[in-house]
C-alpha cells in the first residue's frame, strides 16, 4: 500500500523556521512526484511546493524564497522546510503523490495523500 505521513507542525512564533516531514511507505519517493498542499481556516486548499521525480521543483509565490523542499531519499522522506514564516502561512499542511511525470500544484494530479499536520505561526 502506498501510505505517505505528514507531520512535524506546531506553534512557531513569525520570522521563525520549522520542518515538515512527509515519510512514505510501499513505494520509493525518487520515482514519485511529491507535492506539498495547505488549507487555512475558512479558505480553500492551495499547493506550495512541488518535486517531480526528475527532481524539478515550483512554488507557489506565496513561499518562494522562504520555503525549499528537500528530500532524503534514505529516509524516504521528502521535507518542507520553512522559514522566514509569517502569521498567514498557519493551516494544515499536506503531503501528496502521483507516479507520473512532471510537477504540477493542481490537486487533481496527485493520487495519494497524507493526513494533514498543523501550523501555527503566532504574530
Known amino acids: 500500500d502506498v501510505q505517505l505521513q505528514a507531520f512535524g507542525g506546531g506553534l512557531v512564533q513569525a520570522g521563525g523556521s520549522l520542518r515538515l516531514s512527509c515519510a512514505a511507505s510501499g513505494f520509493t519517493v525518487d520515482d514519485y512526484g511529491i507535492g506539498w498542499f495547505r488549507q487555512a481556516p475558512g479558505k480553500e486548499r492551495e499547493g506550495v511546493s512541488c518535486?517531480?521525480?526528475?527532481?524539478?521543483?515550483y512554488y507557489s509565490d506565496s513561499v518562494k524564497g522562504r520555503f525549499t523542499i528537500p528530500s532524503d531519499n534514505a529516509k524516504n522522506t521528502v521535507y518542507l522546510q520553512m522559514n522566514s514564516l509569517k502569521p498567514e502561512d498557519t493551516a494544515v499542511y499536506y503531503c501528496?503523490?502521483?507516479?507520473?511525470?512532471?510537477?504540477?500544484?493542481?490537486?487533481?494530479?496527485?493520487?495519494?495523500w497524507g493526513q494533514g499536520t498543523l501550523v501555527t505561526v503566532s504574530s
Open positions: 518535486i517531480s521525480s526528475d527532481g524539478s521543483i
Open positions: 501528496a503523490a502521483v507516479q507520473v511525470p512532471g510537477v504540477s500544484l493542481v490537486q487533481g494530479w496527485y493520487h495519494y
